[in-house]
């Protein structure tokens, strides 16, 4: 049974600074990797794809693998309060069975 | 528009009372999946479809049937529904593979269900 864990939050950061968030898995068999935000009651919207190890950077975002320490994580720069969201992190590992981790709570202080 | 479009968005409905929510997309994708949501259990696969009349089990399939008759449509039934299948409930597709590795999944607007 795959695994994903997420710290739930809520992680507060004031705006303009930098968000982390962290995600770590048990199944080394995975092979790619996502991050979806999710206002309250909405459906989650995908922000990245990310595949191999390293960093993937797309506008104020950007996504780091390491599949080695079975970690992965999304960094959000100049924080907004429109980041305040639900940020859920999933995975696939032969695009059957999709993982969703239980999903960190941002929230970003004016 | 591209997009996954499910029906109803809200259904409160009584003990096994049979009911189907609707799934359909317009992208052509191959792959598509059902998730309920729940406080505190994240999202949960139920069933999925890697094509047409090919169909397998999540990791929350009890009281749950689907159907992949046709590429776009993806149906969920309860037949029989219970109280504990109240959620919020999600159908997603996609387009299988992509450069280097496995397509996201595009979601619907989701389906709050309470069975009373």
């Known amino acids: 049974q795959k695994e994903v864990e997420q710290n739930s939050g809520p992680l507060s950061v004031p705006e303009g600074a930098i968000a982390s968030l962290n995600c770590t898995y048990s199944?080394?068999?995975?092979?790619?990797f996502f991050w979806y935000r999710q206002y309250s009651g909405k459906s989650p919207e995908l922000i990245m794809s990310?595949?191999?190890?390293g960093d993937k950077e797309d506008g104020r975002f950007t996504a780091q693998l390491n599949k080695a320490s079975q970690y992965v994580s999304l960094l959000i720069r100049d924080s907004q309060p429109s980041d305040s969201a639900t940020y859920l992190c999933?995975?696939?590992?032969?695009?059957?069975?999709?993982?969703f981790g239980p999903g960190t709570r941002l929230s970003v202080l004016p | 528009e591209a997009q996954v479009t499910q029906n109803p968005r809200y259904l409160i409905t009584v003990t096994g009372k049979k009911l189907t929510v609707t799934c359909s997309q317009n992208?052509?994708?191959?792959?598509m999946s059902w998730y309920r949501q729940d406080p505190g259990l994240g999202l949960r696969q139920i069933y999925y479809?890697?094509?047409?009349?090919?169909?397998d089990k999540g990791d929350v399939p009890e009281g749950y049937k689907v159907s992949r008759k046709e590429k776009r449509n993806f149906p969920l039934i309860l037949e029989s529904p219970s109280p504990n299948q109240t959620s919020l409930y999600f159908c997603?597709?996609?387009?299988?593979?992509?450069?280097?590795?496995?397509?996201?999944?595009?979601f619907g607007n989701g389906t709050r269900l309470t069975v009373t």
């Open positions: 997603a597709s996609s387009r299988s593979t992509a450069p280097g590795g496995y397509s996201p999944l595009h």
């Open positions: 199944d080394r068999v995975s092979q790619s």
């Open positions: 990310i595949y191999s190890n």
């Open positions: 999933a995975l696939t590992d032969y695009g059957q069975n999709f993982v």
């Open positions: 992208m052509n994708h191959e792959y």
């Open positions: 479809s890697m094509n047409v009349e090919v169909t």
